[in-house]
């Protein structure tokens, strides 16, 4: 079947909606496609600082994919780095495409960003919301994070649209991408490479070592939270309820456990993903 046909589109549209079946309950994909979930509230004490990470359905990114997790400043709502992407099956494998890097259109977006990145310890909104898609790979069965290049028609057509802050294609290489043969795509780590110490300048090792520390803290945060959405999980209502907090700053004692599940208790359940 010709990729550029509609009823190409229509095919991997069909297969997306059957993997999200397996991935979440129908009240979970009802929120999804109605106002959105907010999965995880990451808090910083120092900064009082509140970031949501998201997962919603938006018909404005309809062209670059179905689902878009995004990272939102809470105080003014603003999408500081959305990732816009649909899950399907190629050769037997589950690959996620992601269709659009997004930020919001507003004066106040670029500030708000170098802020951000100092809270998270010099890593940029868009470079954190890739990680938290990384961590979801296991979860999720995800064999493959493919993104689609500057020059693809989806690019253009949002270059038209949005002020996008960088360039894509430079995005994805410094994420440790490889461009793929024809076409522009480009293949994405299922997991973001940590930077030896003696690899960095002295004056950034402090920074690097308190990000990493702040990410490995999150990690099973995030994951557990993901994971009680999906069936056979008794979390669901708790899920739905709002997001769970995780304290992001250097001296934060992790995230609130009365709220979600062990991780090894939610993966051990057994899924059909």
Request: glycine letters at 8%.
């Amino acid at each position: 079947m010709d990729q550029g046909t509609p009823a190409f589109a229509a095919s991997e549209s069909l297969r997306h909606y059957d993997i999200l079946v397996r991935l979440f309950v129908p009240s979970v994909r009802e929120a999804i496609y109605r106002e959105g979930l907010s999965m995880v509230r990451l808090v910083n004490s120092a900064s009082r600082r509140r970031l949501d990470l998201r997962l919603f359905c938006h018909e404005r990114f309809e062209a670059e994919g179905e689902l878009t997790l995004a990272v939102c400043d809470v105080e003014t709502g603003l999408m500081l780095a959305g990732l816009t992407f649909c899950l399907v099956q190629n050769d037997g494998e589950r690959v996620a495409i992601i269709g659009g890097l997004q930020a919001a259109n507003d004066p106040r977006t670029r500030g708000l960003i170098r802020e951000v990145s100092k809270d998270l310890f010099g890593l940029r909104p868009k470079a954190f919301v890739l990680w938290c898609l990384q961590q979801l790979t296991l979860l999720w069965e995800i064999r493959q994070i493919q993104a689609v290049g500057d020059e693809q028609p989806v690019w253009r057509h949002w270059r038209k649209r949005l002020e996008i802050a960088g360039n894509c294609d430079e995005f994805w290489r410094e994420s440790d991408g490889r461009k793929l043969p024809g076409g522009g795509s480009w293949q994405l780590p299922l997991r973001s490479p940590r930077r030896k110490r003696e690899e960095l300048k002295p004056s950034r090792r402090r920074a690097h070592e308190q990000r990493y520390a702040m990410l490995a803290g999150l990690q099973p945060t995030l994951v557990a939270a993901f994971a009680a959405l999906a069936p056979g999980t008794e979390e669901v209502p708790k899920a739905l309820a709002g997001p769970v907090e995780h304290n992001c700053s250097p001296d934060g004692t992790g995230f609130c456990a009365s709220r979600v599940m062990r991780m090894n208790d939610l993966l051990a359940t057994n899924h059909s993903f």
